[in-house]
């Protein structure tokens, strides 16, 4: 969906109004990632090293065939591993970069959520929302 090629772009340019940004600019009080709560919110823990991405990411590339260890503690990595796996015209590749690009505007949305209308919704609900986007059952 042009949609979710379009937030992903903004979160790979770092360019979403995300909490580090939001403090820089006097707008956000608190600095505490909308997901885990845990860490400072940035693009970088936003979407690679937060440990709720991390588990909505892994049981996506279940639904996708693969099995891979998602490490939290090397974002670089699994950035470097989406790049590598969405090259080139697959079938694989292709359902790789849709589901990349669903994960990365489910975790926008879902931040935007939590912040603006204070929903929270679990893990499986991300998950059965993102299987329906990516056309998985
Ligand atoms: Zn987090």
């Not at 790979?12 to 845990?38: F, H, N, P």
């Not at 503690?73 to 970069?97: H, N, W």
């Not at 990349?100 to 929270?120: P, S, T």
């Amino acid at each position: 969906m042009p949609k979710h090629t379009i937030i992903t772009w903004l979160a790979i340019m770092g360019r979403l109004s995300i909490k580090d940004r939001l403090l820089k600019w006097g707008v956000a009080t608190s600095a505490g990632c909308m997901l885990c709560e845990d860490i400072e919110e940035s693009h970088i823990h936003l979407f690679s090293e937060c440990c709720f991405v991390a588990r909505l990411w892994k049981e996506v590339l279940w639904l996708n065939g693969l099995v891979r260890d998602v490490t939290v503690s090397d974002p670089q990595a699994e950035v470097g591993y989406m790049f590598t796996s969405i090259k080139g015209k697959t079938l694989r590749s292709f359902v790789l970069c849709v589901s990349w690009n669903a994960i990365v505007y489910q975790i926008w949305e879902d931040r935007n959520r939590r912040q603006l209308r204070g929903e929270i919704r679990t893990l499986e609900t991300l998950l059965n929302v993102s299987r329906r986007l990516i056309g998985s059952k």
